[in-house]
């Protein structure tokens, strides 16, 4: 069975450009999750999608957005890239069901020059 | 409202010898916890979780964590460490409202000493 697989694997942009990071999650999964990991900040929670809908948003700024298709992935959107969004962003899925584990990608290595 | 603390941010162990990496959670609803562990530009791996079922979890490579209400705590132990033990750990919670999402402490990083 396939993981959750992340593209690209590593992305360079310049300040001020957008970035795009899509997602595939594990069959069966209808939630995803977008985190953020940079250095020194830790794990921080960017978005929820569940069926399509945005579920939750952690504290970022409007120009980080994102959708959920009809088969379930997902695309994470950052507009008018800064320095500091260079950071690795990690997508999880999960089935809906509280308690269940969310399963991690490999990440997507955006660094903004 | 959920959070998670992990004391210590690095620790270093001989090989062999035990190692325990601290976690403490706050959480206004039962909560559902949870050990993963990230290896250098990786993604991150499922250790173990507690669900409210046994409150001693074991997990996969040796690793098991006791659920302790008392403390509030989930402290990850291992008997003997391993060098391919050497990542980052990361403590997490959910629960309540949000389900999925999970709430993580800021890692701690581990190294094995020959």
């Known amino acids: 069975e396939a993981g959750v697989t992340q593209s690209p694997t590593h992305l360079i942009k310049t300040r001020g450009q957008q970035a795009t990071l899509r997602c595939s999650p594990i069959s069966g999964h209808t939630s995803v999750y977008w985190y953020q990991q940079a250095l020194g900040l830790g794990l921080q929670f960017l978005l929820w999608?569940?069926?399509?809908?945005?579920?939750n948003r952690g504290n970022f700024p409007p120009r980080f957005s994102g959708r959920q298709f009809p088969n379930y992935s997902s695309e994470l959107n950052v507009n008018a890239l800064e320095l500091e969004d260079s950071a690795l962003y990690l997508c999880?899925?999960?089935?809906?069901?509280?308690?269940?584990?969310?399963?991690f990608g490999q990440g997507t290595r955006l660094t903004v020059v | 409202a959920q959070s998670v603390t992990q004391l210590g941010s690095h620790v270093s162990v001989s090989e062999g010898a035990l190692v325990l990496l601290r976690c403490n959670y706050s959480s206004s609803v039962p909560p559902y916890l949870f050990w993963y562990v990230q290896y250098p530009n990786q993604g991150l791996q499922l250790l173990l979780k507690y669900t409210s079922a046994a409150t001693l979890v074991k997990g996969i490579n040796g690793f098991e964590a006791e659920f302790k209400k008392s403390e509030t705590s989930f402290h990850l132990t291992k008997p003997s460490a391993h060098m391919s033990d050497a990542a980052e750990y990361f403590c997490?919670?959910?629960?309540?409202?949000?389900?999925?999402?999970?709430?993580f402490g800021r890692g701690t990083q581990l190294t094995v000493w020959p």
């Open positions: 999880a899925s999960s089935t809906r069901q509280g308690g269940t584990e969310a399963f």
């Open positions: 999608y569940d069926e399509g809908e945005e579920r």
């Open positions: 997490a919670v959910s629960g309540g409202s949000t389900l999925g999402r999970l709430y």
